[in-house]
């Protein structure tokens, strides 16, 4: 019998049934949908991650108290809240033991729990800016450059000066049509007064990087309290062939600074641009398992619907199933038959879910700023697991269509 | 005891000495007792019976749905108790054309694509398929019809339309089963006047029926009883079944 016949006959029976084979297919559908279009997210991430974003300036290692990869509950969470602090203290001890080893060495702190709002004229900016307490290295090691006016210096910082540098944003919303340098703003209750503009660096995943205010670290404890901070170290080294010597030599000095003995582990995280990749790569490893498992089960629920309705659709359709055969149709003819319904049904499933994945996905990772990947090897690795499921989930149904005694089947009614 | 005179050719069917077992529950059913008959090409002939005869057990037999417990039967010189399955559907695509009572039409397809249901299946090209039943269709008179589907055609027609089916393949029998069963009777008369015309073109037609006088447009007629044949004589003899004289003469 001719394949085209097949299809044929196939595309006819499901067309007489159209609300129940449409009801069948949106179970793989949703199964695929799933699947292709979070793979699709994290693969633009990825790409994107791998190639391009850097979360650190170059050569440059961090300290911190957490990891990057703050997912982990129970045992290892209780680990890192249990750590002491980073002090300012030892990050001063770190810094003298550094100086000369390092370009650049930044100590950071973030006002996380500040709702911080600026204030200028009447004017205010959204109350979710983002405060640091820094030095005139922040720029370097987070890889921001300064638009204009001038950056922190350290001056600002043992005067612990009421100066501040302030993102793109900010001068956006406070300063439409004048010059922000040495305007006096209110952040927060406090009066600082603008020295620099940093350019603008635009969003990361899916969050601006440009309401921030910076301002010496001295002048952050002032204003916003020293006790329960942790300071994050970055350090950068002259080159990159140096890099790794003054990597080590950085342990050495934080492990000093943190009054560690040489059989005690560190008890603070090490990032590097590395670092921060492989522990993105590892959290979208889990998101993508996690992804693959919920749609298998999602498409192997869809294959027990695709089974259940063939069933019923043989039971219904036994008196033709015996009048094709009292006409010459052979058992392998009914097989195909029904088998090209189900593997059908499956695969205009996986089609549309594919479709909509591509488009989901792709809208996701428009929406995160990072380029759209279309993932063949998902794509095609779903066409093939539908052609699966629809194999797998059909043969029996079509195997109990094909071995109807024509006989019987001819007097079902 | 063989009262046919009129052999008009080759031997189509040649059934010796057939049985018929069937287990229901714990019992045996014995359908058929020992059958022996032989079919020449070109004959008309009805298979009578009360119901319980073994006359739809005969008929699946003859039409190659079933296989004999024991027994020979051959068709046109093959022995079918040795065929599989897939020989079976071979010999009923191609030497065998079923009318059945109930029309057993594909309710969603055409005239055209129930017709064209054989031929796809004997692997015929689209094109000289759809010509050849076309040319069925229309020789049963059904030329303006053939896009029609079955709830839109009259009994008649729908009947017209399975005998179209049963003869596009160009058969060697045409087994008929109650052809007239679900039709009135002035309607089941032109279907018998179809039937008489194929036979008069030298189509071979095995007319399976409880009624006489649908059976008396045999030219032989075998009675079965018990899985037993009881009488295989030529034409319709009344002298022999004298009720159906009283009811024919209704």
Not at chain 1, 165 to 185: A, D, Y
Not at chain 1, 209 to 232: C, H, S, W
Request: hydrophobic fraction near 40%.
């Amino acid at each position: 019998m001719l394949f085209g016949e097949i299809i044929k006959m196939a595309w006819s029976s499901l067309g007489t049934n159209k609300l129940r084979s449409v009801l069948t297919m949106l179970g793989i559908t949703i199964g695929v949908f799933s699947v292709i279009s979070v793979m699709t997210a994290i693969g633009a991430l990825q790409y994107s991650i791998e190639n391009g974003i850097s979360f650190l300036g170059s050569n440059i290692f961090q300290f911190a108290k957490y990891p990057a990869n703050v997912s982990a509950t129970g045992d290892a969470q209780e680990k890192f809240r249990n750590r002491h602090d980073i002090t300012y203290k030892q990050a001063l001890h770190y810094y003298r033991l550094m100086e000369g080893e390092a370009r650049e060495i930044a100590l950071k702190c973030f006002g996380y729990e500040v709702k911080a709002q600026a204030v200028y004229n009447g004017v205010k900016t959204t109350p979710s800016l983002e405060i640091v307490g820094t030095n005139r290295s922040f720029l370097t090691a987070n890889a921001y450059t300064l638009g204009y006016g001038r950056n922190l210096t350290d001056e600002d910082v043992d005067l612990s000066r009421r100066v501040i540098v302030v993102g793109k944003m900010i001068e956006k919303r406070l300063f439409p049509h004048e010059t922000p340098i040495g305007k006096i703003i209110r952040v927060s209750g406090h009066v600082y007064t603008i020295v620099g503009v940093l350019a603008e660096k635009g969003t990361a995943f899916g969050q601006s990087q440009d309401d921030l205010v910076i301002m010496p670290i001295t002048r952050f404890f002032e204003d916003y309290g020293e006790a329960k901070r942790t300071v994050n170290i970055a350090t950068q080294a002259f080159t990159t062939d140096t890099y790794n010597r003054t990597f080590d030599r950085g342990i050495g000095a934080m492990r000093i600074a943190r009054g560690l003995r040489p059989d005690q582990p560190n008890d603070f995280e090490i990032y590097s641009n590395d670092s921060l990749k492989s522990a993105f790569v590892s959290v979208a490893g889990y998101v993508r398992v996690g992804a693959f498992v919920i749609s298998l089960i999602a498409l192997v629920a869809a294959g027990i619907g695709i089974m259940n309705i063939m069933l019923v659709s043989v039971t219904e359709r036994t008196k033709e199933i015996g009048v094709r055969k009292s006409i010459g149709a052979r058992s392998r003819d009914i097989l195909r038959q029904f088998l090209t319904e189900a593997v059908f049904i499956s695969e205009a499933g996986g089609v549309l879910g594919i479709f909509f994945g591509i488009i989901v996905g792709d809208l996701l990772a428009a929406w995160l700023k990072v380029d759209l990947i279309f993932p063949y090897g998902w794509a095609i690795a779903g066409l093939l697991v539908c052609s699966a499921i629809g194999i797998g989930f059909g043969l029996y149904p079509a195997y109990r269509a094909a071995n109807l005694d024509p006989i019987e089947a001819l007097r079902y009614e | 005891m063989s009262l046919v005179t009129r052999l008009t050719g080759p031997v189509v069917i040649d059934i010796e000495n057939i049985t018929k077992d069937y287990v229901m529950g714990e019992e045996v059913v014995h359908a058929l007792r020992g059958v022996t008959l032989k079919i020449h090409r070109n004959e008309y002939i009805a298979i009578m019976g009360p119901s319980g005869s073994g006359k739809s057990t005969l008929m699946n037999m003859l039409g190659c749905l079933d296989t004999p417990t024991s027994g020979r039967y051959e068709f046109n010189s093959k022995s079918v108790a040795e065929m599989d399955d897939d020989e079976l559907a071979a010999v009923r695509n191609r030497e065998i054309g079923f009318v059945f009572q109930t029309f057993n039409l594909l309710p969603r397809s055409t005239s055209l694509r129930n017709v064209e249901l054989p031929l796809i299946y004997a692997g015929i090209e689209p094109g000289r398929r759809m010509e050849r039943a076309t040319q069925v269709l229309t020789d049963v008179g059904l030329g303006d019809r053939i896009h029609h589907k079955p709830n839109e055609l009259s009994g008649g027609q729908r009947q017209r339309v399975a005998i179209a089916r049963a003869l596009v393949n160009g058969p060697s029998i045409i087994l008929a089963d109650e052809p007239t069963g679900n039709l009135d009777s002035k309607t089941g008369e032109e279907i018998m006047d179809l039937l008489e015309r194929l036979y008069e073109r030298g189509n071979t037609i095995i007319l399976v029926t409880h009624e006489r006088d649908i059976a008396a447009h045999a030219r032989r007629t075998v009675h079965l009883r018990d899985g037993l044949i009881e009488m295989d004589h030529a034409g319709f003899i009344p002298e022999l079944d004298l009720p159906i004289a009283e009811m024919t003469s209704t």
